[in-house]
């Protein structure tokens, strides 16, 4: 549920499939963090003076059919200083360019890129 003057924002891509692939995908993503047998994650909040007030989570699955996924979701909204208001949508431009690096990024780093 989405909390009162945040915006959300859900997206994923699929990594591969495999026992392979999701010991990699695990491993990369966590260094750290909560494992459980067929997802993995780790979350965190903006702190006070950040230009965007929300926190943004990294979601690691695998399905029945053995395939990992790796999906992001977000709450944002306007840090409350009047100048990050004012620049807000210049930094949803910016988030959404950050979010298409996250979800490509192990993509390529598992293709060897």
């Known amino acids: 549920m989405r909390p009162a003057g945040y915006r959300a924002w859900e997206g994923s891509v699929e990594l591969g499939s495999g026992d392979a692939v999701w010991r990699w995908a695990r491993e990369e993503l966590l260094r750290w963090g909560v494992k459980t047998p067929d997802r993995a994650a780790f979350a965190y909040r903006t702190l006070p003076g950040h230009p965007i007030d929300g926190e943004e989570a990294f979601l690691l699955s695998r399905g029945d059919d053995d395939t990992v996924t790796l999906g992001i979701r977000s709450l944002t909204r306007p840090a409350a200083e009047a100048h ?8 949803l431009v910016a988030q959404s360019v950050a979010r298409r690096r996250y979800l490509r990024a192990l993509s390529r780093v598992r293709a060897g890129g």
């Open 84 to 91: 990050w208001r004012l620049a807000y949508p210049g930094l």
